[in-house]
């Protein structure tokens, strides 16, 4: 996720008055799901699919005045993933102040309309500038604040967000759902390893995804330094900027031969492919609060090296994957070393992978929206 558990209930604060008394007949009005965005990305997809198939239907938000005014009713839920789609132009930051300001307006009519707001921390910070942009500040002290719930993915998550923005009574926990039925064709590994191209009687270790600063990929390319010859290791993904690319592959060194670099866009069906391919996936993130990435490699079977940080201590434990200390001198490399030593069960991480349901994050979501039913006046 550009700004990518167990579940538990958090508190939820509202300041909605009750409806007062309407004179006549009258029935339940079902309060509706906005969401900003619906499609477009793997995870709305398929949160927003399995609430449809509990039967409450999700609208597709644009972010218009003139489309909320008109669409935007008394009880709804908009939910809201990503703030800074909706505001922020790294290109063009004259842009951003203005778009700023119709985030602030558009996001206070929604409110004005008599509609509630949930934002999903996928993270703490976008991951363009995080929290040193002053923009980013200041748009998730505003959202925190407006918003009557807030979703994490997870405990950690929970105990980081509450304290981040001090916001502990807004929090409810939904788990990242499995990737199982989003790739139900997904190839054993020595498939995997034609499909692609990648040697077949070696440890192949790999980080597969969107290559971008945030992912640390320079601590995964010096932790394989000096691996034996019998250890391969696979980049796959596009590299965004796209010098970061040039860095990465002016540290492969010595091992050329043993470290494979796709520095490409993936399809979806191919990202699941490379990450079948693997032995192990290797996440070296220096900051994270949500990982996708980890959800991916455990629907795939395939174990998970990633630092002790972040929502991660909620997803990966001893039966699917290893957590270092990413302040131990070592610590990521001795993980790898240390995972190939060990025989993993790819029926086990799968069953893993498969308790985190999709349906329970919807049935979290549709008990808040449906809290406020509303009684509207007959014909």
């Given at each position: 996720m550009a700004e990518s558990a167990s579940?538990?209930?958090?508190?939820?604060?509202?300041?909605?008055?009750?409806?007062?008394?309407?004179?006549?007949?009258?029935r339940e009005r079902r309060p509706?799901?906005?969401?900003?965005?619906?499609?477009?990305?793997?995870?709305?997809?398929?949160?927003?699919?399995?609430?449809?198939?509990?039967?409450?239907?999700?609208v597709e938000g644009q972010w218009a005045g003139r489309w909320i005014v008109l669409n935007v009713r008394r009880g709804d839920l908009v939910h809201i993933h990503w703030p800074s789609f909706l505001y922020?132009?790294?290109?063009?930051?004259?842009?951003?102040?203005?778009?700023?300001?119709?985030?602030?307006?558009l996001i206070s009519i929604i409110r004005l309309l008599g509609a509630r707001i949930a934002w999903t921390a996928h993270?703490?910070?976008?991951?363009?500038?995080?929290?040193?942009?002053?923009?980013?500040?200041?748009?998730?002290?505003?959202?925190?604040?407006?918003?009557?719930?807030?979703?994490?993915?997870?405990?950690?998550?929970?105990?980081?967000?509450?304290?981040?923005?001090?916001?502990?009574?807004?929090?409810?926990?939904?788990?990242?759902?499995?990737?199982?039925?989003?790739?139900?064709?997904?190839?054993?590994?020595?498939?995997?390893?034609?499909?692609?191209?990648?040697?077949?009687?070696?440890?192949?270790?790999?980080?597969?995804?969107?290559?971008?600063?945030?992912?640390?990929?320079?601590?995964?390319?010096a932790a394989f330094e000096g691996m034996d010859a019998t250890s391969h290791l696979v980049v796959a993904g596009a590299f965004s900027p796209p010098e970061y690319s040039t860095k990465i592959e002016s540290m492969v060194?010595?091992?050329?031969?043993?470290?494979?670099?796709?520095?490409?866009f993936l399809a979806d069906e191919e990202?699941?492919?490379y990450v079948a391919a693997l032995d192990v996936l290797v996440l070296s993130y220096k900051n994270i609060l949500t990982s996708g990435a980890a959800m991916l490699a455990l629907s795939a079977g395939v174990p998970v090296i990633a630092p002790r940080m972040g929502g991660l201590t909620d997803v990966v434990n001893d039966t699917c994957g290893l957590l270092y200390d990413p302040n131990a001198t070592d610590g990521l490399r001795n993980a790898m070393l240390a995972a190939t030593r060990r025989f993993w069960?790819?029926?086990?991480?799968?069953?893993?992978?498969?308790?985190f349901d999709w349906k329970v994050s919807a049935m979290a979501l549709i008990q808040i929206v449906e809290r406020h039913t509303l009684p509207v006046r007959a014909g």
């Open positions: 579940t538990s209930g958090g508190s939820v604060a509202t300041t909605l008055a009750q409806p007062t008394a309407l004179e006549g007949p009258r509706r799901l906005i969401a900003y965005p619906k499609s477009g990305i793997d995870y709305c997809e398929q949160l927003y699919g399995a609430v449809a198939e509990l039967g409450m239907p999700v922020f132009d790294a290109r063009r930051p004259v842009r951003t102040y203005f778009y700023l300001l119709r985030f602030f307006a993270n703490l910070y976008p991951h363009d500038g995080g929290r040193a942009r002053w923009v980013h500040r200041v748009a998730r002290r505003f959202i925190t604040r407006i918003a009557q719930t807030i979703f994490v993915h997870g405990p950690a998550a929970a105990r980081i967000v509450g304290a981040e923005f001090n916001v502990a009574d807004k929090l409810v926990e939904v788990p990242h759902g499995h990737w199982r039925a989003h790739y139900p064709n997904t190839p054993e590994r020595s498939e995997a390893r034609r499909l692609t191209g990648l040697p077949q009687d070696v440890v192949l270790y790999g980080f597969v995804g969107s290559c971008r600063p945030y992912k640390n990929l320079e601590s995964l390319m060194g010595t091992a050329r031969d043993r470290v494979h670099i796709v520095p490409r990202i699941m492919t069960s790819r029926e086990a991480i799968i069953a893993h992978a498969l308790s």
